[in-house]
């Protein structure tokens, strides 16, 4: 780029980013998604470092914040409240442990690991023991009075409170208020019913309930604080981070639990990995881990850049979130016959993956989303769940995107298209529709179901589209002769395909049953219905209310068994299946698992890390005992396992006086002690 390339180049991503810091601090809604800020702010950085004539005082890289708003008193930060570098690999974290050695003048040094919990920023000041003042990070220098906001957070101690030793005449305790998932969905159920729209994420709730004017509104909203370091202090303090940290705890403010301290730059990435993999467990956001020198003693010798500190850094977490363009919509027919309309984007990476394709759910999704096609959208990947659209970026619109018209038919069939009511899903009429029976197909096959290795989707779908498959029943009869001549097909994997049809044979009589897919009829569902009635001639004959009858099975699953169950072609499909031999009846070691015992029909959630079992051989144990294993506490929930390191689901379970057992006594009721 020459000169002027460059510097209208920075102008512009200045300016960018002043827009979106103004949206997102102040007005708590941001439009682009984190990762899209980092993206614009890095090659903001990037040109600025390489140009450093170009840097002026007020470039957001030399800014923290935004500046605080007039509406609130002023209050100037005795030592500032600066930002956080970021690391984004291990090489990255690498390079900062490199540079801070230098700095610091030293090999061996120790760290601490803690979540980066997405909330926002907040100082504390306690005089004599006594919360005084609370302030809103601001600009880093100067910030907004929000002390009256502040006492109505649930988990900020009024006092300080000092078992051992004399509390600093005054500490400054620096953290982030948040919200938990848990109570920011619940504050939002109540929302939705008094007809209140609905809080985007808990970070924009958290930040906006802090920065209200009025401090009841503040109250009602569940705000909660986690405190990862100190300001000001008069007063005595231990010199390492990891002590302060566990003082500010024992004074009764929380802290993120299971902060380590690691001297090994292996460890210390695993203590980051971990967090990682813990992230989806938490009942709170991160959006990475922060790592800090422990030595506080060593700080000024490390010293500080601009807008951040050189002794910390952040490990910023891929990323979730991407911003792209729908350049068309789809619409799939599933096995169910329901029509799932399916974004065509143009292809974006997020996390390391590229993504082409997003769901869209349902007709009330698109509606709510109020999404066009050539929309500029906001796209979210987590887990390996098919990426989902978030929101519409409203500003990029030019006048050039059209709204989707929803089908009044099945647009592979042509049939009727039916809303049932009730539900948010339409469906395609015709039982025999070819797009249903490829799903259906295709499902059936699949590994939770009968796992038939060699007939993966695409296979699958050939045979129907070439009839040579028109029910599930016609897997055990197919005519060989014209497949041994297809393409792409060897002796060798006919053969084998062969013989792992044949070996389907034997799959448990739930996994049948799953296969089927009955609607609303998932793999828990179908365990407990194949153990309750052990047999296809017995699920056959069981009406709506015998079935509604089963632990864990609802009325809603009842009514869809036992519609099915009135398709006299059904009826013919599951004489035909046990006609060639497949099992439909559950055996003996099965029926014995089946015996009622004291799990039978609980709802059990388990939190934490376990010591003896991995939480998928717990789950299993659970299972086969008779227990239905659920991710979230609620007051429908029995009992509660609670391993080491457990969060909030805990302390949820006690809120509603749900059960607690820890793992000893798990595996006592399990009768797998070894005492
Ligand atoms: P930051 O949020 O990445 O990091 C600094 C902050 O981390 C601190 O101020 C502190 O509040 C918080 N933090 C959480 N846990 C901590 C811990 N254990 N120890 C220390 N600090 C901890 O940086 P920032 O300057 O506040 O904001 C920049 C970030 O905000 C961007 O990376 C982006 O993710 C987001 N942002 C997004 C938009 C948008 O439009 N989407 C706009 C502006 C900023």
């Not at 570098?85 to 003048?105: D, P």
């Not at 989303?369 to 990947?381: F, M, P, Q």
């Amino acid at each position: 780029m020459v000169d002027t390339d460059v510097q209208s180049r920075i102008h512009e991503l200045r300016e960018l980013i002043n827009r979106y810091n103004h949206e997102y601090h102040v007005l708590q809604q941001p439009t682009i998604p984190d990762a899209e800020w980092d993206r614009l702010f890095h090659e903001l950085k990037r040109l600025e470092d390489e140009n450093p004539d170009f840097i002026t005082a007020d470039s957001p890289t030399q800014t923290v914040g935004a500046a605080p708003s007039e509406a609130f008193e002023q209050v100037r930060h005795e030592a500032p409240m600066l930002s956080l570098s970021n690391v984004f690999s291990r090489e990255g974290l690498n390079e900062w442990i490199a540079r801070v050695r230098r700095f610091a003048g030293r090999d061996e040094l120790e760290f601490t690991v803690e979540p980066k919990i997405d909330g926002v920023a907040a100082s504390l000041v306690y005089r004599n023991g006594v919360f005084d003042r609370g302030a809103t990070r601001g600009d880093g220098m100067v910030g907004e009075n929000v002390t009256a906001n502040m006492r109505t957070i649930r988990d900020l101690p009024r006092t300080l409170t000092s078992p051992n030793g004399p509390i600093p005449e005054v500490l400054e305790v620096r953290g982030e208020v948040y919200m938990r998932r848990s109570e920011f969905d619940l504050m939002n159920e109540a929302r939705e019913e008094a007809a209140l729209p609905r809080f985007a994420n808990p970070r924009n709730a958290a930040s906006g309930a802090l920065r209200q004017l009025d401090a009841r509104i503040t109250a009602e909203r569940p705000l909660r604080i986690f405190a990862y370091g100190i300001g000001m202090v008069v007063g005595q303090i231990p010199f390492k981070h990891s002590d302060t940290l566990a003082l500010i705890r024992a004074l009764g403010v929380p802290t993120p639990p299971d902060t380590g301290v690691y001297s090994d730059a292996d460890e210390l990435w695993a203590a980051c990995e971990a967090w990682l993999e813990w992230r989806a467990d938490l009942d709170y956001e991160i959006d990475g881990v922060v790592i800090k020198v422990n030595d506080t003693r060593l700080y000024p010798e490390i010293g500080t850049v601009a807008r951040e500190p050189r002794w910390a850094t952040a490990f910023k977490f891929p990323a979730s979130q991407g911003v792209t363009v729908i350049e068309d919509i789809e619409i799939n027919v599933g096995r169910t016959g329901s029509l799932n309309p399916l974004a065509h984007l143009k292809p974006v990476e997020i996390g390391g993956v590229t993504i082409r394709r997003a769901t869209l759910h349902n007709q009330d999704e698109i509606r709510r989303l109020a999404v066009k096609i050539g929309d500029t959208v906001v796209v979210e990947r987590a887990g390996d769940v098919i990426p989902k659209i978030v929101s519409v970026v409203e500003e990029n619109r030019t006048g050039d995107e059209h709204d989707f018209i929803w089908p009044e038919h099945c647009p592979v069939c042509g049939s009727t298209v039916e809303r049932v009511e009730g539900e948010a899903l339409s469906y395609c009429v015709n039982a025999s529709c070819p797009a249903q029976l490829r799903e259906q197909i295709s499902h059936f096959v699949s590994r939770g179901a009968m796992d038939i290795e060699g007939l993966g989707t695409k296979l699958a779908r050939r045979f129907v589209d070439d009839g040579l498959i028109r029910s599930f029943a016609d897997i055990y009869r197919l005519n060989w002769e014209p497949i041994v001549e297809m393409e792409g097909l060897g002796e060798k994997s006919v053969e084998n395909l062969k013989r792992s049809i044949e070996n389907s044979k034997q799959r448990p009589l739930a996994r049948l049953l799953f296969g089927l897919g009955i609607r609303h009829v998932g793999q828990q569902t179908a365990d407990l219905i194949a153990a309750h009635f052990g047999s296809t001639d017995a699920i056959a004959k069981a009406t709506q209310d015998e079935i509604a009858a089963v632990p864990g099975v609802g009325k809603v699953i009842a009514q869809s068994l036992s519609d099915w169950n009135a398709e006299e072609r059904n009826q013919l499909l599951l004489n035909d299946l046990k006609q060639l031999g497949l099992r439909t009846e559950i055996d003996e070691s099965e029926r014995q698992s089946t015996t009622p015992t004291e799990w039978t029909g609980l709802t059990v959630v388990l939190t934490g890390r376990l010591e003896t079992l991995s939480r998928g051989d717990a789950e299993g144990l659970l299972k086969k005992a008779g227990a239905r294993t659920s991710s979230s506490v609620s007051r429908k929930t029995d009992l509660v396992i609670v391993g080491d390191d457990a969060g909030s689901k805990a302390d949820k379970a006690r809120d509603y006086g749900v059960e607690t057992i820890d793992e000893q006594e798990f595996l006592r009721r399990m009768k797998m002690d070894t005492d």
